[in-house]
């Protein structure tokens, strides 16, 4: 924890229908301009091959590390404004998306509700949500399994591609 009874925070973006890189950008501009959410990290850009669904193009996924006042169940909630706001259609499931940001851990906090589970559920079979986060924080956890070093270690990683020749920025200081 950082200042109060803040504390970190792991959203995944990916996106892959319109202007990709744009759109990420755009996740990670309104993400800061939450109050009560500091960004303290953005990862690389990773280009990813689809799981599950339908045959659909590649996504662009990054990982933001926030520090963050807000409960899981408000960080939920305005990540889903934040997917609103870029047009997501909750359609076909992992279906086509222009952007997805999911909520992967909130500190160590395990939650178990219908709507929202912490840490994801899913998160320690996703490389493209894995790789980043440990590009980021090579001493990252995933509450309950360990370092995320050690779960990608047990991942198929092919499907990931660092995209060195694309960047998100965080917004500069006003």
Do not use: K
């Amino acid at each position: 924890m950082t200042r109060g009874d803040a504390r970190q925070a792991v959203l995944g973006l990916g996106s892959n229908q319109g202007d990709r890189l744009l759109i990420l950008q755009g996740a990670v501009e309104a993400l800061e301009a939450t109050d009560g959410l500091t960004v303290l990290a953005v990862s690389d850009i990773y280009e990813t091959d689809p799981v599950g669904g339908p045959q659909q193009p590649d996504f662009l996924n990054a990982v933001v590390v926030v520090d963050t006042t807000l409960s899981p169940r408000a960080l939920l909630e305005r990540a889903q404004a934040v997917e609103h706001d870029f047009a997501r259609v909750r359609g076909e499931r992992w279906g086509p998306r222009t952007l997805d940001v999911d909520l992967i851990a909130v500190g160590d906090v395990v939650v178990d509700e219908p709507d929202l589970v912490l840490p994801h559920p899913r998160a320690a079979e996703r490389a493209f949500v894995l790789v980043p986060w440990a590009q980021v924080d090579s001493a990252a956890v995933l509450p309950g399994l360990g370092l995320v070093s050690d779960v990608i270690a047990t991942l198929e990683t092919r499907g990931v591609r660092h995209r060195r020749d694309l960047a998100l920025r965080p917004d500069p200081p006003t």
